[in-house]
C-alpha cells in the first residue's frame, strides 16, 4: 500500500478532513493533498517550497539557472539594447510612481500569490495602495509589539512616541471624562498613562499615527540594505491576496497564515 493510500484511508477512518488534519499538524493543507494525490497540487507545492528557498519556481525546476549567465562580451557596435519583458516594463512603471519604492519591491520580492501580473494590478496607477498600507501596518504594529517588550529597537520608536505622547494622552483624559470612574480611579489611570504611551491606547492603533514616520524609515533602510529590522519584522515574511482582490493574508517562514486583513479595513 502507498503512503498516499495509508494517508487517505487512515485520516477518513479518524473522520477528519484534509483541512483539519492540516491545521493538527500546522502545515498548509496542499502538503496533504500533494501526498494524497501528487497530480493536483503540484504547482502549488513547488510554488510554496520555492517561496521558502528564496527563488522562483522555473529555479526550482530547472528551467532558468539560479546564477546568470554572463553575457559574452560584444564589440560597442555589435551591442544592442535587449527588449524589456511585459512584466519588468509594468515593474519599472509601478516602482516609478510609488510614494516608496524599495517598500513597493520587497512588497513584490515576498508575494505569495501564484500571478504577478495580477500582483502588479494592484500597484498601477497608485503612488501607495490598499495592499501597501495593510502591509505597512502590519509589519509597525509587530514592530511595536516587539519594543514594547524588549524596549529596544532599529526603528526611532523613542523619537515618535514622545512626539505622540502628549496628544494621545489628551484623546485618553476626555475618554476617562466621560466614564464613570470615581476621582482615584481616573487619577490612578491617569498616572500609568503619563508614565506609559501603551496605556493611553492599543498598539494597533498607535502603530497608525506613527505609520508615516515608520514608512520613510523603512524605505531608508530598504534603500540602505540594511536588514537589521529582521527580528523585530519576524522575517522571514510573506503575504498573500485572494483572487477576488478584497482580502490579504500574512504568512509566516512555513507558509501558515499568521493574519487575515480585508482590504476595506484600511482608510484611505
Not at 549567465?69 to 560584444?74: A, C
Not at 491606547?201 to 506613527?210: F, G, K, R
Request: with cysteine; hydrophobic share 35%; charged share 30%.
Amino acid at each position: 500500500m502507498s503512503i498516499a493510500e495509508m494517508l487517505r484511508r487512515n485520516r477518513e477512518n479518524t473522520g477528519l478532513s484534509q483541512q483539519e488534519l492540516a491545521q493538527k499538524l500546522s502545515i498548509p493543507v496542499e502538503i496533504i493533498e500533494f501526498i494524497e494525490d501528487p497530480s493536483q497540487k503540484q504547482e502549488a507545492i513547488i510554488d510554496f517550497i520555492s517561496s521558502g528557498l528564496g527563488i522562483s519556481s522555473e529555479e526550482f525546476r530547472g528551467e532558468k539557472s539560479l546564477i546568470p549567465e554572463k553575457p559574452e562580451p560584444q564589440d560597442e557596435h555589435e551591442q544592442q539594447e535587449v527588449p524589456k519583458s511585459s512584466n519588468e516594463e509594468m515593474i519599472e512603471n509601478v516602482l516609478k510612481i510609488a510614494k516608496f519604492p524599495k517598500i513597493r519591491e520587497f512588497m513584490l520580492r515576498t508575494s505569495h500569490y501564484n500571478s504577478q501580473e495580477k500582483i502588479l494590478e494592484l500597484f498601477q496607477n497608485s503612488a501607495l495602495s490598499s495592499a501597501e498600507k495593510i502591509v505597512i501596518h502590519f509589519l509597525s504594529t509587530t514592530a511595536l509589539f516587539h519594543f514594547c517588550n524588549t524596549n529596544c529597537s532599529s526603528f526611532s520608536f523613542d523619537k515618535y512616541l514622545f512626539e505622540l505622547h502628549t496628544k494621545l494622552l489628551a484623546v485618553f483624559q476626555k475618554e476617562l471624562d466621560s466614564t464613570q470612574l470615581t476621582p482615584e480611579e481616573r487619577e490612578e489611570r491617569l498616572t500609568f498613562a503619563r508614565s506609559n504611551i501603551f496605556c493611553c491606547d492599543t498598539i494597533d492603533n498607535i502603530a497608525v499615527y506613527i505609520i508615516g514616520h515608520f514608512a520613510k524609515e523603512m524605505e531608508e533602510k530598504l534603500s540602505n540594505g540594511s536588514d537589521d529590522f529582521n527580528e523585530e519584522l519576524e522575517m522571514p515574511f510573506s503575504w498573500n491576496i485572494d483572487d477576488s482582490f478584497k482580502n490579504i493574508e500574512v504568512l509566516d517562514e512555513h507558509g501558515i497564515t499568521k493574519k487575515h486583513i480585508k482590504l476595506q479595513e484600511v482608510s484611505s
